[in-house]
């Protein structure tokens, strides 16, 4: 990528990464993806895991 040239992708492998404001404002952004990410990946897991079993109800008195 040449100097002063726009950004033709978002993937990791075609950002100017030696250009501070690109690095800072990726690397922010995967951050946040990433726990977004893996935030629902644990709601979807905890609701399967819920209706799989018995929902977290006890029947226990």
Avoid: R
Wanted: aromatic share 14%; charged share 10%; hydrophobic share 50%.
């Amino acid at each position: 990528m040449l100097h002063g040239e726009t950004v033709h992708s978002p993937l990791p492998m075609d950002l100017p990464w030696w250009q501070a404001d690109h690095a800072v404002f990726f690397g922010v952004l995967y951050i946040v993806l990433g726990f977004i990410a893996v935030g629902m990946g644990y709601c979807i897991l905890k609701a399967w895991w819920d209706s799989c079993g018995d929902g977290g109800v006890s029947h226990h008195h």
